[in-house]
């Protein structure tokens, strides 16, 4: 018998679960998290301990989780503004239904945004939330209707919205038919309520001191920021019970492959989504399957997320489309063991080139790649002399008043355009002058040298970038070599074309009719 294929996988959702607690240390931020569903997942199934992302940024980061390539083999799926996807790209929902006979379908966030929306899995055909989509505003839609319903009344009304899209998809499934499902809440995107850590989840922000990386100042307004953010890492969870109490209510539980992850790391917070360190790309990722995975283990090896879509091919019975360049992961998910399954996996390759359109001027984008391994993460910035987070329209100069302080709160293009409008954003550029805030503020927005090289053993918050040291030296070339023979090897543009196609329109330059976002 086939087994259905659920994925759950919330938009900018990083490593925030209370499972990764006992890796991270006793002051990590999952300490403070309870997550009993996203647990319960890697209890009973497997944990993967080293999971990144292909891309920090969600539409290139999706194109490459569908179509199991890297993110600059899916032409203009490898930017976010003006992304399209190209339909003879084969994609694992797809090709599940159209081979192995899967019934398929989503509610919420897959392929956005770009045109058209959510194509690679079928776009408005296979769509299922005709009880609607207030889950993805959640700390907002419960705040507002608090005074009426109270708190978790309120709450009660989102998790019944999705228990409502999950049912209707299971509903119009034929009988004993298998399916492949995607539950893509976008809560953990911004903006969110204010305050709503403490409010709705009794989160209390101070809780957060010294807890924070070391590159994020520790003061009330930044804590409070986060503990907003892991509130709604707390609703996805609850969403994540809702599908597995209807599987188990329908009795499809145990035939099912259940996989749980996110798109790239937290919004609107330096050094996070958007860029190539952990805290971008690191995301948690578990996945449950009785009878064929081993309940309990742990896994060392590196996985990008990418390897997911051969391995739902593989799941499905289907040959895996030869355009895959990914590596199906069902040899990690099946082996007896924990721990190092496969010697290779012992590194990822992830970068990223346009994010928002209009971040630098000439709507040029900030190219990079990195590669992950155990002990280093090394990066190359393609273009240092461009500002990373997107131009700082006067703000590089200290003499420049601040902008409105909710201004920069809500709205994203007001500076630096490429990191999420947020009250840590806005609280940093208004204390940028204050001496322990300006090197904080200049690893956050200022310029990068070409090559960075972090000693995670001795700098987990990567501080300290050894990529010029000389007692690094060794390390860096054969991290460079190392890095550079994928990027040739997978026919990475950065490498292979002179002049580059990221450099030019459709790529670069003011978005054409055909690149605007549907909706």
Known sequence: MKPNIVFAFADDWGRYAHVYAKHEGPSSLCELLETPNFDRVAHEGVLLKNALVPAPTCTPCR?????????????????????VWDETIPTYPMELESKGGYFIGYQYKVWSPGRTANAPIGAKRTRYQPAGYDFNQFSHWVTANAPELGIEAAKNVLYDETRQNFRAFLDARPDEQPFCY?????????????????ALWGIEPDSLEGRLPEFLPDVHEVREDTADYLGECLAVDYGIGILLEELTATGELDNTLFVVSGDHGIPGMPRAKCNLYDIGCEVALAARWPGKIKAGREVDDFVNLMDLAPTFCDAGGIDIPPSMTAKSIMPLLTSEVSGQVDAARDFVVTGRERHVHIAREGMLPYPQRSLRT???????????DRWPMGDPKGLDDPATPAPDYEDLAYRTMVAYPDLDASPTKAWMIHHRQEQD?????ELAFGKRPREELYDLNEDPDYMNNVAYDPAYANVRQSLEERLLSVLRNQNDPRLMEQPCR??????????????????
């Open 437 to 441: 805030v300006e090197p904080l503020y």
């Open 182 to 198: 995607w539950w893509g809440p976008t809560n953990t995107h911004r903006t969110w309520e204010r305050g709503s850590g403490k």
């Open 374 to 384: 155990k002990d280093f993460l090394y990066i190359i910035n393609f273009e240092p």
């Open 502 to 519: 990221y450099e030019f329109e459709p790529y670069a330059g003011p978005l054409s009719e055909d690149q605007y976002p549907d909706g």
């Open 63 to 83: 194109s490459s989780i569908l179509s199991g390539q890297y993110f600059w083999q899916t032409g203009l799926g490898a930017i976010l503004v003006g992304a």
